[in-house]
């Protein structure tokens, strides 16, 4: 017989939570550094145009 899963702890899902969290917020703050970057315009490690129309 279906015995029912036992409920998860508060703690435990805000535990899940942070973790998911701070991996986000880690993922944004590497993406940002990489646009401040390319904005300055001194990055020797990336190949990319700086025209518009090829966007186009």
């Known amino acids: 017989m279906a015995v029912p899963k036992k409920r998860t702890s508060k ?4 535990s899940r939570k942070s973790i998911w969290m701070n991996k986000a917020s880690s993922t944004a703050n590497k993406a940002l ?8 315009g001194k990055s020797t490690s990336f ?7 090829e966007y186009k």
């Open 11 to 14: 703690s435990k899902s805000r």
């Open 33 to 40: 550094s990489l646009a401040r970057s390319l904005m300055t």
């Open 47 to 53: 190949i990319y145009s700086k025209s518009l129309e």
